[in-house]
Nanobody, 123 residues
Framework: QLQLVESGGGLVQPGGSLRLSCAASEFTLDYYAIGWFRQAPGKEREGVSCISSSGGDTNYADSVKGRFTISRDNDKNTVDLQMNTLKPKDTAVYYC????????????????WGQGTQVTVSS
């Protein structure tokens, strides 16, 4: 089973930063758009950011625009999400996912998902 693995989550104070990483096992991410999603308790999973297969196109949800930056390193087969100026409302389990084609936030379009990494923003 092809799988993605997220890392980098943890507990951080408001205003702090975390860097999440998404790595693939047994396949290359080169041909996939990668999306980051998050799900807070009692809420639906929502799209946070997406990067095209080439890295030339990026997209951010309004709630994270200007604070989060997505990037990819196809040589290392990873996609990172740099999260700055974190707020308590950013607390959620963060997932990365891979899809063919263009970026989108439609969950059903994604073929592969990671297990998620917990991000908690609290003082």
């Amino acid at each position: 089973q092809l799988q993605l693995v997220e890392s980098g989550g943890g507990l951080v104070q408001p205003g702090g930063s975390l860097r999440l990483s998404c790595a693939a096992s047994e396949f290359t991410l080169d041909y996939y758009a990668i999306g980051w999603f998050r799900q807070a308790p009692g809420k639906e999973r929502e799209g946070v950011s997406c990067i095209s297969s080439s890295g030339g196109d990026t997209n951010y949800a309004d709630s994270v625009k200007g604070r989060f930056t997505i990037s990819r390193d196809n040589d290392k087969n990873t996609v990172d999400l740099q999260m700055n100026t974190l707020k308590p409302k950013d607390t959620a389990v963060y997932y990365c996912a891979a899809k063919r084609g263009d970026c989108s936030y439609y969950i059903d379009e994604y073929d592969y998902w990671g297990q998620g990494t917990q991000v908690t923003v609290s003082s």
